[in-house]
């Protein structure tokens, strides 16, 4: 049994939960930060304490990339990545694009105005330029086909999760400017494995609400490379100066001195 440590919210675990929904592979949960542990209880599997974190028996490896590589690998039927090279090549290009551009762009707003329900203008103004340009290249890359690369595949199964929380903080696509975007995002949603993962969201969006608890701490934020190239790329290096200085920062592995 495949075991899977995980958080609802995060794009990347989401990833890898639509993958084994496609491919049908049962797997045990331990959801962390939101049920079953916390980051300092699978350092064992992640040393990073990040999500998602995957156990196969006596095997285990982390990075949402690699474990769905693993999982084609291991499990090559039902495919999530084309067979043609070509397209397997663009498959792993939008998921490049999606776990760094897409993720970067919407992080440090997730962070103020969902997190700490607070305004910072040339934040979400910088995101919403940001995520037009994204959305722009997403339309000319889909063209005529109904999925990226053709056939749905890996490609469709990480952008998804970033646009759907693009959407939740307020820069939805717009039909009259992304309508081939906007008919993608529709059928996507339409896939059971993708339906499946909504439920599991809204659930604990509206378990977390009703116990009064925040989906995440917005004041012990983890940053690492593309969030971080994020940030000083677009004139915001005194801001994230001020949240180090606050205490408001972590970043993954702590070298002992």
Request: aromatic share 10%.
């Amino acid at each position: 049994m495949l075991t899977l440590y995980d958080d609802v919210f995060s794009p990347y675990a989401r990833k890898v939960r639509i993958a084994l929904y496609e491919k049908g592979l049962p797997f045990e949960r331990v959801r962390a930060l939101h049920g079953d542990c916390n980051r300092s209880d699978f350092v064992h599997v992640n040393p990073r304490a990040e999500v998602p974190a995957l156990v196969d028996g006596d095997f285990s490896l982390y990075d949402s990339t690699i474990i769905c590589e693993y999982l084609e690998d291991r499990h090559p039927e039902p495919p999530i990545y084309p067979r043609d090279r070509r397209l397997r090549a663009e498959c792993r290009l939008l998921e490049d694009l999606a776990d760094t551009q897409l993720d970067a762009a919407t992080y440090a707003v997730t962070i103020v105005e969902l997190g700490r329900r607070e305004s910072h203008a040339a934040l979400h103004d910088t995101a919403r330029r940001d995520l037009e340009r994204l959305y722009n290249e997403l339309e000319q890359r889909l063209g005529r086909a109904p999925f990226f690369c053709g056939d749905f595949s890996l490609a469709d199964i990480a952008v998804a999760p970033h646009l759907m929380a693009a959407a939740f903080l307020g820069f939805p696509l717009d039909p009259a400017k992304h309508p081939v975007l906007t008919r993608w995002m529709e059928r996507v949603q339409e896939r059971p494995a993708v339906a499946r993962d909504n439920a599991d969201v809204i659930e604990t969006l509206q378990r977390l609400q009703a116990e009064g608890r925040p989906a995440f701490d917005p004041y012990r934020v983890q940053w690492r490379s593309d969030r971080l190239e994020w940030v000083i790329k677009n004139g915001f290096a005194d801001w994230f100066a001020e949240e180090m200085r606050a205490g408001r920062t972590f970043f993954p592995i702590t070298v002992a001195h």
